[in-house]
């Protein structure tokens, strides 16, 4: 179980932040991000999404980038599996055959201590003051009529924190209504878990995972990177061509794909 579930981040007086998609081990499409962008790791600062490792190249980069002093994350699914796999042997089975976890077998067994330690200590939610406001960061969802401020203070339940890392069921209701209800008590809320073609804002809610692992995916493939702070601005980098795709200082709505 993790250390801390929640963490609160001070407005950033010398930078900027970003909040980054699935990375999924793309670690180093992210660092080619952060070049283009002129990233300054003595005062920016990027916090991710969850789900930093399975089914790309760099798994085995996790503990890396979560060492550096300006990198931050929320847990993802992904790395509740392999949190849980230490002492679940058919999660062990899933998570190694059909989810991404091939990478496990080939990482040396006196570095498995390790890399559980540091995933370990990820919160579930994170919460950043910006001059925007204050910004939430989720792996994949908050429970209908939940506000911010009793979802985080209910962070010890179990089906709170499964919804956390697992539900889509709020993605879904956008998929058939075209909409959601608002999360009261703060002023945008940022998901990933379920991969979309381009960033989607509802509401005071935005999914950012632009299926970056999925390379073979016409309309997926995508790593975003998202400004919260001082701006609001998108950039959205392609796996496959090594190149940045937009550049989007407006946040606009994007219509879920069928």
């Known amino acids: 179980m993790q250390n801390q579930l929640f963490k609160f981040f001070n407005r950033n007086l010398h930078g900027r932040d970003f909040v980054v998609g699935d990375l ?42 979560l060492n550096y002093p300006w990198f931050f994350s929320v847990l993802g699914n992904h790395e509740q599996m392999l949190l849980e796999s230490a002492t679940n042997p058919a999660v062990t089975k899933n998570w190694l055959g059909f989810n991404g976890g091939a990478w496990w077998k080939e990482v040396p067994e006196t570095y498995h201590t390790r890399i559980r330690s540091v995933i370990g200590r990820l919160p579930l939610a994170l919460e950043v003051n910006t001059f925007s406001g204050r910004i ?58 379920t991969p979309i073609q381009k960033p989607l804002q509802t509401s005071n809610i ?51 794909p069928a």
């Open 24 to 65: 999924h081990g793309h670690f180093s499409a992210l660092e080619l991000m952060l070049v283009q962008i002129d990233f300054d790791p003595q005062c920016d600062r990027v916090f991710a999404v969850g789900d930093l490792i399975d089914r790309g190249p760099e798994s085995w980069r996790v503990v890396e980038f």
């Open 136 to 193: 939430g960061i989720v792996h994949a969802d908050i429970p209908y009529g939940l506000t911010w401020q009793t979802f985080v203070r209910s962070l010890e339940d179990k089906e709170i924190r499964e919804h956390a890392l697992w539900s889509r069921q709020r993605f879904r209701q956008v998929q058939i209504m075209g909409r959601t209800q608002p999360i009261a008590g703060i002023e945008l809320v940022i998901f990933g878990h």
């Open 206 to 256: 935005c999914y950012i995972d632009t299926g970056a692992t999925y390379t073979t995916e016409k309309t997926l493939g995508s790593l975003t990177l998202m400004e919260i702070h001082p701006n609001l601005e998108i950039h959205q980098f392609c796996i496959k061509t090594q190149t940045m795709l937009t550049s989007n200082k407006k946040r606009e709505p994007a219509k879920v």
